[in-house]
């Protein structure tokens, strides 16, 4: 990270595809920007765990691209190598029953891991020396005092003010960080999200199936991911489990052991049946992993506050509708701060 500063251009909450991708335009409009992320490294829903037995992409699975800005983003992605079209055979199972599913449009996903998507829009950008990317750092509120915007952390970090503010969280934490009143607030407080129970497992031999990746009807789990099958991936045998939304919210504060024993018996019963017992298993629960009720805004903007709010919950609910929305998000603040 270069040296921090008193002040920065704009500071950005959340350092997945949204907060990348308008960090990377507000760069490229030749502006300072910090961000700061309360995950290990950023990315995300496109986050890319990391265990002792391999790597897994927990969060979102695959990507597609419909305008023609995303597509172009995404091209070159893949002819740099962070990012490869999905072609590992994909199932849909039912009941037993079991039937390959050929995808409409390309699928797309992040290489070696699908946080290497997030990584690419940060690529070259700390060299700059006027984009620092924080990482580890919970924001708790954030103040706005004589035409600057503070991030309160609560844990000593001594972070730059900024003159412009974009939020990038989830839209159930937007209000605590800007005030439940404020009008950006009370359009996040419409969003519902759904939550999703993750279940990462390593087995110490490869199961004998037709498929890697497989949508699962009538059971706790919708999606299965054997992860070495995925492009750039390899090593042992790993796989991750996606329980339902009904599933997830039912036993959303379930202990995690008990939830681990419940979706490995659904992957036995309704998936494949397990030769002994899994060398690993890890489960991670996403509160806000699905919205339900995206907006058409594409993104937020408070010009007397200096105020932005963007993400995938006001554009398209999902990877494109994030990008596109970070990208706005900075035109506007850059558009905003030029006249100042």
């Known amino acids: 990270m270069p040296p ?69 983003r995404i091209d070159q992605l893949v ?26 449009v390309p699928r797309y996903v992040g290489v070696p891991g699908n946080s290497a998507v997030v990584e690419a829009e940060l690529h070259g950008l700390h060299d700059s020396g006027n984009v620092s990317v924080h990482c580890g750092v919970r924001v708790n509120q954030c103040r706005r005092s004589e035409g600057r915007w503070h991030l ?20 159930p934490q937007l209000p605590p960080l800007i005030g439940a009143t404020h009008p950006i607030a009370r359009r996040a407080a419409t969003i519902r999200t759904s939550a999703c129970w993750t279940l990462l497992m390593a087995l110490d031999q ?10 699962i009807d ?31 919210e039912e036993h959303l504060e379930g202990d995690p052991q008990d939830v681990s024993r419940m979706l490995l018996a659904a992957f036995s019963r309704d998936v494949a049946r397990l030769p002994g017992s ?17 907006l058409t805004d594409g993104a937020f903007l ?20 994030a990008w596109r929305s970070g990208r706005l998000a900075a035109e506007k603040v850059a558009a905003l701060l030029a006249r100042d």
């Open 218 to 248: 009538g059971s706790a789990l919708t999606w299965a991911a054997r992860e070495p099958s995925r492009p750039g991936r390899s090593g042992k045998e790993r796989w991750t489990l996606h329980a339902t939304a009904e599933w997830s």
């Open 302 to 321: 408070d010009d007397e506050r200096h105020l932005a709010a963007c993400g995938d919950w006001c554009l398209l609910g999902n990877v494109e509708g």
């Open 4 to 72: 921090l500063t008193a002040t920065t251009d704009v500071a950005i909450v959340g350092a997945g595809l949204a907060g990348a991708a308008c960090a990377r335009r507000l760069h490229e409009l030749g502006l300072g920007v910090l961000i700061v992320d309360k995950g290990r490294r950023p990315g995300g829903r496109l986050a890319t765990r990391v265990e002792s037995h391999g790597t897994y992409d927990h969060g979102c699975q695959h990507f597609t691209a419909s305008s023609e800005a995303f597509r172009e």
């Open 206 to 215: 490869r199961l004998d199936l037709p498929f890697d990746l497989a949508f």
């Open 79 to 104: 002819d740099t190598g962070s990012a490869a079209v999905l072609t590992t055979p994909t199932y849909a199972l039912h009941a037993g029953d079991r039937r390959p599913v050929t995808a409409s």
């Open 278 to 294: 899994p060398a690993a298993l890890v489960a991670h629960r996403w509160r806000h992993a699905f919205v339900e009720n995206p």
């Open 152 to 171: 309160d952390t609560g844990d000593g970090h001594d972070l730059p003010a900024a003159r412009a503010l974009v939020v990038t969280v989830p839209a």
